[in-house]
């Protein structure tokens, strides 16, 4: 009977001390989500995108595309410059930084990033340095 549970200690050390197969490699995961939004990623909605398209008035996006934790987000903003000139724009953010267009009485266009630094209300530059205070209409 010993020589039994011998026989299997050792058939069981055999196998359990063979050198294991190494996993296979994970799937390369394929998203268009960008680790950056860019200012122009407002003028244009991806066919990926576009699946996910969703608009919900009760809050104060105006759209929004992607999948629960990665989602992208577009704002009608308002604020003012460092100056102290009023300016509006639109912008898409995903998580707490962000990018979009402003516009002044003076100037068509102004390309920002945004960072969120409260509910409703963020912080931008653009490329010269510009500060500007935005909230979201």
């Not at 055999?14 to 994970?26: H, N």
């Not at 407002?42 to 995108?49: L, N, S, V």
């Not at 460092?82 to 639109?90: E, H, L, R, Y």
């Not at 990033?113 to 209409?137: C, H, M, P, R």
Request: charged content about 20%; proline content about 6%; glycine content about 8%.
């Amino acid at each position: 009977m010993q020589k039994n549970y011998l026989i299997l200690l050792l058939l069981f050390s055999f196998y359990s001390c063979k050198k294991a197969a190494s996993p296979p490699p994970l799937p390369q995961v394929n998203s268009f989500y960008k680790p950056v939004i860019s200012a122009d990623d407002r003028k244009t909605i991806t066919p990926e995108e576009a699946r996910t398209y969703h608009v919900n008035k009760t809050y104060q996006y105006e759209y929004r595309t992607g999948n629960p934790g990665n989602y992208e987000y577009n704002y009608d903003v308002k604020g003012i410059n460092s100056a102290g000139d009023s300016v509006s724009g639109n912008i898409n953010v995903s998580g707490k930084y962000g990018a979009g267009i402003l516009t002044t009485d003076t100037i068509p266009e102004i390309e920002i990033n945004t960072e969120w630094i409260s509910y409703g209300k963020l912080k931008a530059f653009d490329k010269k340095g510009n500060e500007y205070q935005l909230i979201v209409k």
